[in-house]
């Protein structure tokens, strides 16, 4: 497969090192707005993770390693604290703190910000290299002519490149073997309406836009045969928190024999994490869900539960699919097969 942008169908970059500052695509304006943000230090990088600026599990691990070179290039001897910052930034995607622990591994043995600045570099390189060997893996498994319902977005915005459940998408839709694309709009943040169906178009893969509630209506009119998603954290059983809405399309999607394939590089992996119940699911504002774009939708006085992800359990997954390779039914023993014991 080629891997080149135009094959690939893989123009947008999120992410962007600048030297002296990192300048992320503000997620927050998309579709209406193009507009970066410019973070020039540490604390600057972790106010944008909190905010969704920049967001995606691989995402916001590339940030915070970035946000570390910043750290490191400001006050040395205030790395420790920058590093605690970055980390307490979102709980649940361990793409952030396998990043960080990465760049704290290399600080420790002394690196000046100039080495740190080349492991945050090999950071994005790797997460890139890993999307477009997913894409190949995760392709392969679908049957050519296939329709798919993916979730959230995990494409270029939320990675280095290509993405991880859209990187099946984009491979599978150049390989001929995905037909149709839907993309549920993902409430509240509409990470689906208003990311991945820009995203798919910028990058001419043809899309339909569904409502989260339609999904097991389409899947029993026969149109999908596969829900492709992403991963904040994959625990060593295989359960999967991922973006809220997910676990539903998987009992959706069991029930209607429609497959499940998981996408996420190893670095969503976490094997210190024995199950899903030990994921903390981070809460969000409740005026997520009271109102879009600066209009209240909602009564004032209501109160409103805001959990932004949820955990599919491992028997609902047909197919875990990281760099590493394949890990189908996943449990226990398998994921220890392709990741090591915790
Ligand atoms: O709250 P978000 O937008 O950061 O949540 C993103 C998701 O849940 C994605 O599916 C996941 O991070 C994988 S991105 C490749």
Redesign the pocket.
Known sequence: MNPSPERSHDTIRAVLWRGDRLRLLDQRLLPREETYVDCRTSDEVAQAIRD?VV??????GIAAAWGVVLAARQDRAGLAAALARLRAA?PT?VNLMWALDRMQRVAARGADADALAAEAQAIQDEDLAANRRMGELGAALIAPGSGVLT?????SL??AGF????GVIRAGVSAERIARVFAGETRP?L?GARLTVWELLRDAIPATLVADAAAAHLMSTGQVQWVV????RIAANGDTA??IG?YQLAIAARHHGVKFMVV?PSS?VDMATASGRDIEI?LRSPDELFGYAGQRTVVEGASAWNP??DVTPAALIDAIVTERGVVERPDTARMAAVFGAA
Not at 55 to 60: F, L, N, Q, T
Not at 151 to 155: A, K, L, P, S, V
Not at 229 to 232: F, I, K, M, S, T
Request: aromatic share 6%; hydrophobic share 40%; charged share 15%.
């Open positions: 969704l967001r995606g599990a691989p995402a916001i979102r995607a979730h959230c977005n995990t494409g939320a990675t993405g991880t459940a859209l943040w990470q998603v992403g991963a904040d991922n973006k997910t996420a969503t981070e932004v992800f």
